[in-house]
């Protein structure tokens, strides 16, 4: 179960949209060998919540999009070949109403050519909401690893996704390391409202505190279960913060909304930093 991640930078799930829209943003490197984690794709397609999905606030952005998406058999012929042909290497969100439905998407991923890996979605701000196999405890986010696990070649990496929370962090990284997941990305969006009330999920620089305390937690209780911080990433000082707590890769997310360039300018910046 040890993780192969590419890279120390990764393109956050529903981030990136399909990925072309990053391509005129990737710098001089170009985006082959991006690592991009695709939006959550579902079997059917997802229409996504009713707008306004999206509102600033100091310090992130809350959000309702409630995973809009063009269903598995879309993203396979449409999506998933050109991301191949760019070069970038694909690691597929996956989210379900079911354990069955987890299942049945790692098993039809893990044939689709140029998937490098799969990352369970079992950390979203509102499971109910959205329609999601419902996570309260650890011990359903690892039946849902566990069932993805069984369907997906043991030598891809499988990261389960996290919500930030801090009493429970260390419990539910455990539970899914041991359900087969190869690594554990902290920092999903942190239960919130919009301004009018609505529930949403907050995500920017102002969860990043949390996030990084519970990264900081999983790294000494559990040195063992690899980690990707996830959580206000926009430069070099912010990811740094996650690396020298002891994560192996950050994923940028909101910062690319505002500047999409973040990703290019990071993967460089780190470069610089390799003797």
């Known amino acids: 179960m040890s993780a192969q991640l590419p890279g120390p930078v990764m393109v956050a799930s529903g981030c990136g949209g399909t990925g072309r829209e990053l391509e005129a943003f990737a710098g001089a490197a170009g985006i082959a060998g991006l690592h991009l984690v695709t939006r959550s794709i579902t079997l059917d397609a997802r229409p996504g919540g009713a707008a306004p999905r999206v509102a600033e606030v100091p310090g992130g952005l809350v959000n309702a999009v409630g995973l809009p998406n063009p269903g598995l058999?879309?993203?396979?012929?449409?999506?998933?070949?050109?991301l191949v042909r760019a070069g970038v290497q694909v690691t597929v969100s996956i989210a379900g109403a079911t354990l069955g439905e987890y299942a049945d998407l790692a098993r039809r991923l893990s044939r689709a050519p140029g998937v490098v890996g799969l990352e369970?979605?079992?950390?979203?701000?509102?499971?109910?909401?959205t329609g999601l196999f419902e996570v309260r405890e650890p011990y359903h986010s690892a039946s849902v690893v566990a069932a993805v696990r069984r369907e997906f070649p043991s030598d891809r990496p499988l990261l389960a996704k996290l919500r930030p929370d801090v009493s429970r962090i260390v419990e539910g990284a455990r539970a899914c390391h041991e359900a087969g997941a190869s690594?554990?990305?902290?920092?999903?969006?942190?239960?919130?409202?919009?301004p009018d009330g609505r529930a949403g999920g907050l995500s920017g620089p102002a969860i990043a505190p949390i996030a990084l305390r519970c990264v900081a937690a999983v790294r000494a209780a559990l040195p063992d279960?690899?980690?990707?911080?996830?959580g206000g990433v926009r430069d070099l000082a912010s990811a740094r913060a996650y690396l020298d707590a002891g994560a192996l890769a950050v994923q940028v997310g909101t910062a690319l909304l505002h500047d999409p360039t973040t990703v290019a300018r990071l993967r460089a910046d780190l470069a610089e930093e390799t003797p």
């Open 73 to 82: 058999e879309h993203f396979l012929a449409t999506e998933l070949p050109w």
């Open 120 to 129: 369970v979605n079992v950390g979203a701000p509102d499971d109910a909401g």
């Open 183 to 194: 690594a554990v990305v902290i920092g999903n969006s942190v239960p919130a409202a919009f």
């Open 225 to 230: 279960v690899p980690t990707v911080g996830s």
